[in-house]
């Protein structure tokens, strides 16, 4: 490389020791295995997902809440989002990511400083002598190899990646705060129900009781009975303590206190119309986390591109002007003013191999950024997926249970009937039609809360609700 006056930045260039440094340098770059790092990594989506059944695609929603039309799932959320203090240290975190792309974008910038000093010689006690002293200095690394420029650029992609944690972590707080709010509601119907089917038990306890006083006959039953009293008290201490449970958690994603306090609303959400049959595969790739993974991707290429320049000789430009004498005013009388210019090239000529060894750590990690998106893609797809499959066979299995609530129920107000008309005396039949009724009526409660939160987790496997590019 050839020095020429119109290029005092490489001044010095031109001795044959810096020249061997560049090449070498150069060489080190071309060499000893130094591939191109990966700055992004293209993933095949499915055309449909096979899970997904055929037909036009539906009415798309332009927000995943607003499917559910129930107001208090919606406060529940968004009082989770306003106060929730993991959000609030993901907030800061984003605020931090975006001081340090101004840090980094700075280094490519002029450094420009100044200092006033005072000084004064002293005789017995007395001041003999009293200098000022003004300096200004200003210092630049020229990016010749454009390192800073990948430095900054890596800054810049690191702070995409912490907004999509942001955006991530807003999701994935909706989506838990949803689950916590319908666990509440689940939880609330089957205290209620507990409750109903307990005193249903003591009615019937009552009766058998009194027609052993009356008869001296059906002590078996009245042991049944009191077993079936005594479950069901159980049982609902249990369910009060799993819907106590359930307010603390959604408490603790809202950012209040735990005390169990919330109450249960009365009905779960209502959940919306069949998926969309055909869900653009590629809304995928919008999901936060994948997201993040492409951007930490390309910062890695960009920190490997710059730890393989930092082989080369790095430049810098430093200058000082500054004044002194014996009264103020001298400082400001160009007499007094001093300049210096200096240029400087740095190559280091041994470091234990220390800079090759950052470089090659440098492409390990983008390798290994390379291979972590390639498979968090896939578990991505594994979710969509298994979420398709889970919706539709839990519709299924609702279809079913329903019919299974309804033969229960009038078993159970058959076998009521017979035995208080005499037809059947044997209680046992009337208590074990209502044990299968009571069953079914919290299988149905758990099946629509499982329901509701597979359609909590479809969103989240999207990353989103179910419009193209939202």
Not at 22 to 48: H, K
Not at 192 to 200: G, H, R
Not at 301 to 329: E, I, M, N, Y
């Amino acid at each position: 490389m050839k020095t020429t006056p119109s290029e005092p930045w490489l001044l010095g260039l031109h001795q044959s020791k810096a020249v061997g440094s560049v090449l070498a340098g150069l060489l080190l770059l071309s060499g000893c295995g130094f591939q191109s790092p990966v700055d992004d990594l293209a993933i095949r989506t499915p055309g449909t997902w096979s899970e997904a059944s055929s037909g036009t695609e539906g009415k798309i929603s332009t927000g995943w809440l607003s499917e559910f039309s129930d107001a208090g799932l919606k406060r529940s959320v968004n009082e989770a989002i306003a106060q929730n203090r993991s959000l609030k240290a993901a907030s800061a975190r984003l605020r931090e990511a975006r001081e340090e792309t101004i840090i980094a974008r700075a280094r490519q910038l002029p450094a420009l400083n100044a200092g006033a000093v005072t000084g004064a010689s002293y005789e017995t006690s007395v001041p003999r002598t009293i200098n000022y002293g003004l300096n200004l200095s200003a210092s630049w690394e020229p990016d010749l190899w454009g390192r800073l420029r990948d430095l900054t650029r890596a800054a810049e992609a690191d702070q995409r990646a912490a907004i999509e944690d942001f955006r991530g972590a807003r999701l994935s707080l909706a989506a838990n705060a949803a689950k916590a709010y319908v666990n509440l509601v689940s939880a609330g119907q089957e205290v209620n129900l507990a409750e109903v089917t307990l005193d249903s038990f003591q009615k019937n306890l009552r009766i058998i009781e009194r027609n052993y006083k009356a008869t001296g006959e059906g002590a078996l039953d009245v042991q049944f009975a009191r077993t079936n009293v005594s479950s069901t008290q159980r049982a609902l201490e249990q369910r009060k303590l799993e819907r106590d449970n359930a307010a603390r958690t959604l408490e603790v994603l809202q950012g209040r206190y735990p005390e169990g306090k919330i109450q249960s609303p009365g009905t779960l959400p209502v959940l919306p119309g069949s998926v969309p049959a055909a869900i653009p595969a590629y809304l995928v790739e919008r999901r936060p986390d994948l997201a993040a993974a492409r951007a930490r991707l390309f910062a890695s290429a960009k920190q490997a591109d710059a730890a393989r320049k930092s082989l080369l000789p790095d430049f810098s430009l430093t200058g000082s002007s500054g004044a002194a004498g014996a009264r103020f005013g001298d400082l400001l009388n160009a007499d007094f003013l001093i300049t210096t210019i200096v240029s400087r090239a740095n190559q280091a000529l041994f470091d234990g191999g220390a800079l090759a060894a950052n470089a090659r750590g440098a492409l390990a990690a983008n390798d290994r950024l390379v291979n972590e998106y390639a498979q968090l893609a896939l578990e991505s797809f594994r979710e969509v997926e298994a979420t398709l499959a889970a919706d539709r066979s839990l519709a299924a299995q609702e279809n079913f249970l329903k019919n299974e609530v309804e033969q229960a129920s009038l078993a159970e107000r058959q076998a009521e009937r017979d035995y208080a008309e005499g037809i059947n005396p044997n209680i046992l039949s009337v208590l074990e039609s209502q044990r299968r009724a009571n069953n079914a009526r919290a299988a149905i409660i758990r099946l629509r809360n499982q329901r509701l939160q597979n359609r909590f987790d479809l969103h989240l496997a999207l990353g989103g609700d179910f419009m193209t590019g939202g």
